[in-house]
């Protein structure tokens, strides 16, 4: 199972029968949309810590465009990367990975 499985199968019916957040679930999926893009969404048997730092590492790497801004290519903003990892390892812990 992957981290994208997990989520979806296990944790998103945990969290609407807990009646969550909108914006929470998409907080996760936008951090599970670069976990797969970045990492090839990997089995969770197969996620360790360097994994995570790869993660981490390639977040810093990651660019994007605005609408009206099209030739000017930004890298996300700190923070922005830092929420990403957070819900990454927040998920990640809840599927039983303690070693991250």
């Known amino acids: 199972m992957t981290l994208t499985q997990f989520f979806y199968s296990r944790y998103l019916p945990e969290m609407e029968a807990k009646d969550r957040s909108k914006l929470t679930v998409i907080i996760y999926?936008?951090?599970?949309?670069?976990?797969?893009?970045?990492?090839?969404?990997?089995?969770?048997?197969?996620?360790?810590?360097?994994?995570?730092?790869?993660?981490?590492?390639?977040?810093?790497?990651?660019?994007?465009t605005r609408a009206f801004e099209l030739p000017i290519r930004r890298n996300l903003h700190d923070a922005t990367?830092?929420?990403?990892?957070r819900s990454v390892r927040s998920l990640l812990r809840r599927a039983g990975l303690t070693n991250i």
């Open 81 to 85: 990367q830092q929420k990403h990892l």
């Open 29 to 64: 999926e936008n951090a599970l949309d670069y976990w797969g893009k970045l990492m090839d969404d990997p089995p969770l048997e197969a996620v360790d810590g360097k994994l995570v730092d790869a993660f981490r590492q390639r977040l810093t790497a990651v660019t994007y």
